[in-house]
T-cell receptor
Framework: KNQVEQSPQSLIILEGKNCTLQ??????????LRWYKQDTGRGPVSLTI?????NTKSNGRYTATLDADTKQSSLHITASQLSDSASYIC????????????FGRGTSLIVHP | DTGVSQNPRHKITKRGQNVTFRCDPI?????LYWYRQTLGQGPEFLTY????????KSRLLSDRFSAERPKGSFSTLEIQRTEQGDSAMYLC????????????FGPGTRLTVL
């Protein structure tokens, strides 16, 4: 069964600090891995997308890494801002016939002033 | 606004009633997905369309749920004989069938079944 596990479940940091969120997956073979940001009560918004051959992808203060051998990804947020408070969801899409992506439960990040 | 739109944004209904939600995808997108999300969980796949064809449907989806995309543009999701366990956020997403297939999500419809 395809699974995506994220850690930590929740995280509280002070404004200006850096943090790293983790994602482990079992989806294989996979087409791509995405990180989404979801504000409370809103739909998810794509932050980064990586194919199996990519190791890192940046989007402003967000940097995602991927190790396809160990099936792990991380999302690093630099110089956090209050607006970074949200849920961050890791999503892995398979290849070969099914287009159904597998979503993690997300990491809830709270940035305090 | 050329993003994905969903209506209504909120729906409160009594148990046993039928409800219907609408999703208007980004106009050039040929794929459309429906998800359900409960508090503290990631989105759970319900069904997906490529153009007007419903290609995949979750095995977890009760037969009380039905979705249509009659002209390959907007889609509707109907829940018949609603139950309290149906209370959730219902998300719609659309994508272009290219090499990234990035899904763009709508704001969701929040359903509360009393």
């Amino acid at each position: 069964k395809n699974q995506v596990e994220q850690s930590p479940q929740s995280l509280i940091i002070l404004e200006g600090k850096n943090c790293t969120l983790q994602c482990n997956y079992t989806v294989s073979p996979f087409s791509n891995l995405r990180w989404y940001k979801q504000d409370t009560g809103r739909g998810p918004v794509s932050l980064t997308i990586m194919t199996f051959s990519e190791n890192t992808k940046s989007n402003g203060r967000y940097t995602a890494t991927l190790d396809a051998d160990t099936k792990q990804s991380s999302l690093h947020i630099t110089a956090s801002q209050l607006s970074d408070s949200a849920s961050y969801i890791c999503v892995v899409s398979p290849t070969g016939g099914s287009y159904i992506p597998t979503f993690g439960r997300g990491t809830s990040l709270i940035v305090h002033p | 606004d050329t993003g994905v739109s969903q209506n209504p944004r909120h729906k409160i209904t009594k148990r046993g009633q039928n409800v219907t939600f609408r999703c208007d995808p980004i106009s050039e997108h040929n794929r459309l997905y429906w998800y359900r999300q409960t508090l503290g969980q990631g989105p759970e796949f319900l069904t997906y369309f490529q153009n007007e064809a419903q290609l995949e449907k979750s095995r977890l989806l009760s037969d009380r749920f039905s979705a249509e995309r009659p002209k390959g543009s907007f889609s509707t999701l109907e829940i018949q004989r609603t139950e309290q366990g149906d209370s959730a956020m219902y998300l719609c997403a659309s994508s272009l069938a290219d090499h990234t297939d990035t899904q763009y999500f709508g704001p969701g419809t929040r359903l509360t079944v009393l």
